[in-house]
């Protein structure tokens, strides 16, 4: 989905989590997500997902772009849906191992 590689990043002065972009046009940027809205879908459009989102560092020659910067913005929102996703199949199957161990017992 996302043409950036990325990793988890944890602050280490305040445990915050973070993304860290590791290859690709935005090496080098860490950002945060914050608040997520998933909008209505209206019928024939596309799902959307607004998020706000801070970047805590960037190389120097992105710092007075990045803010603005609509293919990032489009990275950011594909990663976020690539870690949704991760996180929904965790989900799923932890249900489905409590769902067995019930069934057990």
């Not at 090496?27 to 997500?33: A, K, L, N, S, W």
């Not at 960037?58 to 690539?82: A, H, R, V, W, Y």
Request: with cysteine.
């Amino acid at each position: 989905m996302s043409e950036a590689t990325y990793k988890l990043v944890v602050n280490a002065k305040d445990g915050e989590n973070g993304i860290e972009i590791t290859g690709g046009k935005y090496e080098g940027v860490i950002y945060t997500y914050g608040e997520v809205q998933f909008e209505e879908v209206q019928e024939g459009e596309p799902p959307t997902i607004n998020f706000t989102r801070a970047v805590r560092k960037c190389p120097d020659s992105m710092k007075d772009t990045i803010s603005d910067d609509k293919e990032f913005n489009q990275i950011m929102g594909d990663i976020l849906i690539e870690l949704l996703e991760e996180q929904g199949e965790k989900a799923v199957e932890l249900l489905k191992d409590e769902h067995q161990e019930s069934d057990k017992t």
